[in-house]
């Protein structure tokens, strides 16, 4: 599943901010807790974290860093009774007038009795992700809408507009390319 949202902030900092994966507990549904070690971003660089309802903690890797671009961090596979799942956070970064679109999603590679799971874990994903964007959005000062397909909706007044006010224009989700890898 993915998502676009406008930041009103330079990539570089939406891209610091992202590249440092203790930050994903403070917004992501997808993530409860990341340990406070300090960890250089970058490349294979790892994270000892927590999925919901886990109970262990579980690694979390950086698997794509193209610094104010794209990064991805993956998680390790974690298994259960129905099979296993593995985890997969990406981040692309477009420079766009006085800010940034992000471009979230969330990849669940499923194996064994959890493919039958996969349109559940998709309608997961589907509610939750608009609401992570947003709060996203309000950590790094404040949402305007996006929609996956085009460009970000205007601000209003100066500095992008009243972060309570409500949304212009809902966000929408749509399948990651590729959707859900069923192979893994």
């Not at 999925?51 to 259960?80: A, K, N, S, T």
Request: charged content about 15%; some cysteine.
């Amino acid at each position: 599943m993915s998502t676009s949202v406008f930041v009103s902030r330079p990539d570089t900092e939406v891209f610091d901010f992202l590249a440092d994966a203790r930050n994903l507990a403070l917004w992501s549904s997808g993530v409860t807790s990341v340990d406070a070690d300090a960890v250089v971003p970058g490349h294979e660089a790892a994270y000892s974290y927590r999925y919901p309802g886990r109970h262990r903690q579980h690694l979390l890797v950086c698997d794509h860093f193209e610094p104010c671009r794209r990064i991805v961090f993956r998680g390790q596979r974690m298994w259960g009774p129905l099979g296993t799942q593995v985890p997969v956070y990406g981040f692309e970064l477009i420079p766009h007038g006085d800010g940034t679109l992000v471009r979230l999603s969330v990849t669940s590679c499923l194996s064994a009795a959890l493919l039958l799971l996969a349109p559940v874990v998709a309608m997961a994903w589907r509610r939750d992700l608009p609401a992570d964007a947003r709060k996203f959005c309000d950590l790094l000062g404040g949402p305007v809408p996006a929609t996956l397909h085009g460009p970000p909706a205007p601000a209003s007044g100066a500095g992008g507009g009243d972060p309570g006010a409500p949304a212009a224009a809902p966000l929408r989700t749509s399948p990651a390319p590729g959707g859900f890898d069923y192979a893994h």
